[in-house]
């Protein structure tokens, strides 16, 4: 019996995750605070994300762990929130290490969700795992906690890769549903200066690329999970009015983004930090993208 455990699986990407792998594995169980019905072989367990507790046992012989858990960055940043966005990833992760750390037959793999967000604002530098410069700044500050959480664990007998994942272009949730709204309402200009780098990476390629890491048993630290191709601002909304068939997009500087994500609660370092990051570590492995074109990418996904 193959088992795979996706922590946090319940959201957009273990959706995505759970859809690809359902033919791959006997049994999919997703862990999450709440019941939820699923179809065929997938099944919920219960956990809170941060105490060993009953579902530590479903761990016992499974193949496969990926945790995507984390409460979602889309909101404002005030100190509850930055709070529960660092402690939801550091508890989750540092559990599942303390319940592998219980197991007779622990997981052969652990793959943990990080972000590319890791890397510092760069309009030049194109940032890899080997010459990429950290950041700073409070998400930096959450990943760089988050990875050391996953790294700092002791699991002599489970290969870990960490997941340093651009945005994820998808139709089911993602960013890009609400960039594909304000263009259709004709907001759909660049943001700020439109210079900043959008690194991102297509839900197919995302899932491809955690089935690559799977397989492939010489991969372990940490992954970008980004497209070879990072674009820009300016290009990305270029692109999406022209898929959307918008003529026209207002640009949003500095300031009236400050006032548009106070209103819809959310930050704008979501869209006007600069990333700029590139896959050498997949290329250099043989990994070969699906989807690296933006344009024909957002076609796929807007159609
Ligand atoms: N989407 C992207 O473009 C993107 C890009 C880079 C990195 N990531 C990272 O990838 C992970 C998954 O992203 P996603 O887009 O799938 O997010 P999502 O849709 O918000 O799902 C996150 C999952 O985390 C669980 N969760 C939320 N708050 C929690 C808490 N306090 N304690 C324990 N579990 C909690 C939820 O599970 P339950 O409610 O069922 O417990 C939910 O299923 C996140 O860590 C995110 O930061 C995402």
């Known amino acids: 019996m193959s088992k795979l455990i996706i922590a ?6 273990g959706t995505v995750i759970t859809s690809y792998f359902k033919d791959a594995f006997d049994e999919i169980v997703l862990l999450s605070r709440k019941q939820k019905k699923l ?16 579902w530590t046992s479903e761990l016992d012989d499974a193949e496969v762990l990926i945790n995507m858990a984390g409460k ?6 005030h100190s509850k929130n930055k709070a529960l966005i660092l402690n939801s990833r550091i508890d989750s992760t540092k559990v599942l290490g303390e319940a592998i750390g219980l197991c007779k037959k622990p997981p052969k793999v652990w793959l943990n969700s990080s972000t590319a967000t890791i890397y510092r604002h760069s309009l030049d530098k194109e940032m890899d795992e080997e010459t990429g410069e950290i950041g700073t700044g409070f998400s930096v500050s ?43 309402l004709g907001l759909g200009g660049k943001q700020g200066s439109g210079h900043q780098k959008f690194s991102w990476i297509h839900k197919d390629d995302f899932v491809q690329i955690i089935d690559f890491c799977i397989k492939n048993d010489t991969l372990s630290g940490a992954i970008n999970v980004v497209s070879p191709h990072p674009s820009d601002n300016k290009t990305v909304m270029q692109l999406l009015r022209k898929t ?29 930090k600069s990333r700029n990051v590139i896959p050498k570590r ?6 070969t993208f699906t989807h690296d074109d933006l344009e024909m990418a957002l076609k796929e996904l807007v159609s």
């Open 282 to 287: 997949l290329l250099k492995q043989g990994y």
């Open 244 to 272: 959307l068939n918008i003529p026209f997009g207002i640009p949003s500087n500095k300031t009236l983004l400050e006032i548009g994500a106070f209103l819809i609660n959310t930050e704008t370092e979501l869209l006007l």
């Open 8 to 13: 946090g699986g319940t959201g957009f990407l």
């Open 142 to 184: 959450v990943a760089k906690a988050w990875e050391k959480a996953f790294f700092g664990s002791e699991t002599p007998h489970t290969r870990k890769v960490a997941l340093r994942t651009a945005i994820v272009l998808g139709k089911d949730g993602g960013a890009l549903q609400p960039m594909i709204n304000i263009t259709k």
């Open 72 to 77: 979602s960055v889309d909101c404002r940043y």
């Open 39 to 54: 179809e065929n072989h997938c099944r919920t367990v219960i956990w809170d994300g941060k105490t060993i507790g009953p």
